[in-house]
T-cell receptor
């Protein structure tokens, strides 16, 4: 079985401050982990993924995520948040073989000007 | 390339009516998926397909049927709509292979069942 958890419903951050969106995973075998972003009234857009290799993964729009095996976490980070980063963020894990993604419930990020 | 497109964008149905949602992708992807998105529940997989002519059940398949007659199209059917099927529906597609696993999403269909 595979699952991810996003413990916070909403994250509020001031513009220019660091942004962190938390995700923990429960996966049998090697984890394949993803972050997606959803802007209002739009579909999901891929941000970044961890398959293997470096624990720090860099993605689109200045986002990065750190894979931590001992803490079973894959937190999304951005050093300096923009108002345009306000969106819904989803963490997901992949079942290798049929490419099925299991999504977390999502985190609403609000960046305050 | 248009990527993944969905038709229609919005629809209102009465309980018991039927409809078909169409998903099309022009990226030659093998895999296609239908999800529903409900507040506070993330995205849940309804059905998916790993190739033309094949379909499989996902997490919440009851009340839905699908068909993949052509590689580029994946149809989601509701035979007898219920208010519990009020949701936003997303289609996605992905390649099959070792390197690329990300799914590409359509813009969504907002369905209301009254």
């Amino acid at each position: 079985a595979q699952s991810v958890a996003q413990p916070e419903d909403q994250v509020n951050v001031a513009e220019g401050n660091p942004l962190t969106v938390k995700c923990t995973y429960s996966v049998s075998g090697n984890p394949y982990l993803f972050w997606y972003v959803q802007y209002p009234n739009r579909g999901l857009q891929f941000l970044l993924k961890y398959i293997t290799g470096d624990n720090l993964v860099k993605g689109s729009y200045g986002f990065e995520a750190e894979f931590n095996k001992s803490q079973t976490s894959f937190h999304l980070k951005k050093p300096s948040a923009l108002v345009s980063d306000s969106a819904l963020y989803f963490c997901a894990s992949l079942h290798y073989g049929n490419n099925r993604l299991a999504f977390g419930k999502g985190n609403q990020v609000v960046v305050i000007p | 390339n248009a990527g993944v497109t969905q038709t229609p964008k919005f629809r209102v149905l009465k309980t018991g009516q039927s409809m078909t949602l169409l998903c099309a992708q022009d990226m030659n992807h093998e895999y296609m998926y239908w999800y529903r998105q409900d507040p506070g529940m993330g995205l849940r997989l309804i059905h998916y397909s790993v190739g033309e002519g094949t379909t499989a059940k996902g997490e919440v398949p009851d009340g839905y049927n699908v068909s993949r007659l052509k590689k580029q199209n994946f149809l989601l059917g509701l035979e007898s709509a219920a208010p519990s099927q009020t949701s936003v529906y997303f289609c996605a597609s992905s390649q099959r292979g070792v390197v690329s696993y990300e799914q590409y999403f359509g813009p969504g269909t907002r369905l209301t069942v009254t």
